[in-house]
C-alpha cells in the first residue's frame, strides 16, 4: 500500500466501523462507513487515496485529495499553531508544513505552493513550501513543441513562472502572455525552447499560432469590408483562394477554422458570414 496515492484494493469484509480493502499481500486498511458506497460488494476493486490519520493510522478514503506526494499545489492555510502551518487538501485531516519547512512564515487564511512527500521520521504524509528543492531540471523528458500541463506559479519582471507537468520549471514571457491568469491556475501550454540550464520557455499557444492569429485578425477586416459576407468556402478553387486572400487552400482553412471556433464566423454552402457580436 502506497501513501499518498491512489490504490485499487480489494473489498474484503463490511464491519460497523466501515469496509475493509485489501491489497495483493494481504495487507488490510479502513474506509470508514461515510465513505463506503451502498452499491459496494465483496471482492469489488475500489480505488481509494491513502493517508495517516492523527494517530498515525493507514487510513483509506474516496475523498479527492489537492495533492499527492511528490507534487505541487496551491494550497490555503487554514490553522498555524505550536506544530507549524495546517493547509486544507481535500481529505479530513489538514496537511501538516512543519516550521522547519517554512522560509517564510505561513499565514492563517493565504494560499502557498506547497510540495508533498513522506517523512522519513514519522513515515507521514507533510509539506514544505520550500518548493525550488523539489524542482528538477529538464534532461530529455520534454521536447520542443511539445503540449505540457502548467501551474501558474509566481509573477516576475521577466514573466511568469509556471511549473511544468508538476516537475519541472518554465517561464512565460511577458510579450507572449496574453490574458490575465490567477496563482495556482491550471494552463495548457507548449514547450518553446529547452534551455541549457534545464528550465523551459513556454508559450500558451503552439508554434505558428501567432501566424494564424495575425491572418485571422486581416479575415475579419475583410468580411467587414464586404458587409459581412465572403463567397468563398474550402470547397473554393485554390487559385481563387490565392488571387483574393493571397493565402494557399490550407491557409485558408487554418484561418477559418480558427475563427469558427471562436464563434466569430458561420459556415455556409455559397460562403462565410461574420456573426454580429450584438
Excluded: C
Amino acid at each position: 500500500m502506497e501513501l499518498g496515492v491512489y490504490n485499487e484494493l480489494r473489498l474484503d469484509r463490511f464491519t460497523d466501523p466501515g469496509a475493509y480493502l485489501e491489497d495483493e499481500e494481504g495487507n488490510d486498511v479502513l474506509l470508514p462507513t461515510k465513505y463506503v458506497d451502498p452499491s459496494f460488494q465483496i471482492d469489488d476493486l475500489v480505488n481509494v487515496f491513502l493517508y495517516k490519520d492523527s494517530e498515525g493510522r493507514i487510513i483509506a478514503t474516496t475523498l479527492v485529495p489537492k495533492i499527492l506526494v511528490n507534487q505541487f499545489a496551491f494550497l490555503k492555510i487554514v490553522e498555524v499553531n505550536q506544530y507549524g502551518a495546517f493547509a486544507e487538501w481535500g481529505v479530513e485531516k489538514h496537511l501538516l508544513i512543519p516550521f522547519r519547512e517554512q522560509p517564510k512564515p505561513l499565514e492563517e487564511g493565504k494560499h502557498y505552493f506547497i510540495y508533498m512527500y513522506i517523512d522519513e521520521a514519522t513515515q507521514r504524509l507533510v509539506g514544505t513550501s520550500r518548493i525550488g528543492m523539489y524542482i528538477r531540471p529538464v534532461t530529455d523528458e520534454i521536447q520542443e513543441n511539445e503540449a505540457v500541463d502548467l501551474l501558474v506559479w509566481e509573477f516576475t519582471d521577466l514573466g511568469l513562472k509556471v511549473l511544468v507537468n508538476n516537475q519541472f520549471q518554465g517561464l512565460i514571457f511577458k510579450n507572449d502572455l496574453h490574458r490575465r491568469v490567477r496563482m495556482g491556475e491550471t494552463l495548457k501550454g507548449f514547450v518553446r525552447k529547452v534551455r541549457s540550464d534545464g528550465k523551459l520557455d513556454i508559450v500558451l499557444q503552439p508554434a505558428g499560432y501567432e501566424k494564424i492569429d495575425t491572418l485571422s485578425r486581416k479575415f475579419l477586416a475583410m468580411l467587414h469590408d464586404n458587409d459581412g459576407f465572403l463567397d468563398l468556402t474550402d470547397k473554393s478553387d485554390p487559385e481563387e483562394i490565392q488571387y483574393r486572400t493571397g493565402w494557399s487552400k490550407k491557409l485558408f482553412k487554418q484561418v477559418v477554422g480558427n475563427l469558427y471556433k471562436q464563434r466569430l464566423i458561420s459556415l455556409h454552402e455559397n460562403g462565410i458570414t461574420l456573426i454580429d457580436e450584438n
